[in-house]
């Protein structure tokens, strides 16, 4: 009997003294186990970023993409509730906008519009904003660019500028070279 306790405890022992450098074991394993998921994340990031710039290529390719950005340097005589914009007659893009994304173009940030491809020759652009102007008045006007589209990418930026001394909002088109 008296041996039959003593095996018991000697295996009670050593079971209690393989606890912890099985926890150490499964920690150490556990921590590997996280640095390999850590790593398999940055690599499906990378792959994701990778994918995205080919995606881009393929569908726009540099002899024919053509890209419109918006900025405001407006606030106090007028105020944006929408933009559509027109190649060639047909309607390409259109926006509704909230009170936060005007306020992040009034602070300087800058819209990316429309992006597509676009053939070489001539083409006109139409831009038709609305929005409150002076006196809180609804407003509604355009500007239009006509652009010689090469074999190059082609950049349009939409201005709204502020024009104190007519005390009206101007809409410049302009052509990045």
Not at 39 to 50: F, S, W
Not at 88 to 114: C, F, I, N, P, W
Not at 163 to 177: H, L
Request: charged share 30%; hydrophobic share 45%; with cysteine.
């Amino acid at each position: 009997m008296k041996t039959s306790k003593c095996v018991r405890a000697l295996g009670l022992l050593l079971l209690v003294l393989a606890l912890p450098l099985a926890a150490e074991e499964s920690a150490n394993e556990q921590a590997a186990l996280n640095e390999q998921i850590q790593d398999l994340k940055k690599e499906v990031l990378d792959l994701n970023r990778d994918l995205f710039l080919l995606e881009e290529d393929l569908l726009f390719p540099a002899n024919t993409q053509f890209s419109v950005f918006l900025s405001v340097d407006a606030g106090k005589l007028f105020h944006l509730d929408s933009v559509q914009l027109k190649i060639d007659d047909k309607l390409v893009a259109a926006h509704l906008y909230t009170e936060r994304e005007s306020a992040a173009l009034v602070r300087g940030g800058v819209q990316r519009l429309y992006v597509g491809n676009l053939a070489s020759g001539k083409h006109e652009i139409v831009a038709f904003f609305t929005g409150k102007g002076p006196n809180d008045r609804d407003y509604k006007r355009a500007t239009s660019v006509v652009i010689d589209k090469t074999e190059d990418p082609q950049f349009i930026e939409l201005k709204i500028l502020d024009d104190p001394s007519k005390e009206q909002p101007e809409f410049i088109a302009k052509v990045w070279e």
